[in-house]
């Protein structure tokens, strides 16, 4: 079992930064991908971005060259650093812990409640 929280949303300007983290709990952390997705009012849940186990990569192309993921093995912790921010970048952001490097929801097994973005124009 893995329990994971999400931390660090809020509102921001456009053209601004988070940094939203994800604390896990659990034995063997660092065999998970560690994906990011995010859901808007009326619409459907979608990725964002994954890193994989060994720091490997990998977005949508939404969110390329603004977003980074990036994870700490040793603190049990996923990242995801926001930049250059969007008014449609506005969504509830879900860390979720699975044991493949995918992009589709199906392919985690543990989620995180989530966490409040707001990007005011």
């Known amino acids: 079992q893995v329990q994971l929280v999400e931390s660090g949303g809020g509102l921001v300007q456009a053209g601004g930064s988070l940094n939203l983290s994800c604390a896990a709990s659990?034995?063997?952390?660092?065999?998970?991908?560690m994906a990011w997705f995010r859901q808007a009012p009326g619409k459907e849940r979608e990725f964002v971005a994954v890193?994989?186990?060994?720091?490997?990569?990998y977005y949508a192309d939404s969110v390329k060259g603004r977003f980074t993921a990036s994870r700490d093995n040793g603190e049990s912790a996923a990242y995801l650093q926001m930049n250059s921010l969007k008014p449609e970048d506005t969504a509830v952001y879900y860390c979720?812990?699975?044991?493949?490097?995918?992009?589709?929801?199906?392919?985690?097994?543990?989620w995180g409640r989530g966490t409040q973005v707001t990007v005011s124009s």
């Open positions: 890193s994989w186990t060994g720091g490997a990569t």
């Open positions: 659990g034995r063997a952390f660092s065999r998970y991908a």
């Open positions: 979720a812990a699975g044991l493949s490097f995918d992009i589709r929801t199906r392919g985690y097994d543990y």
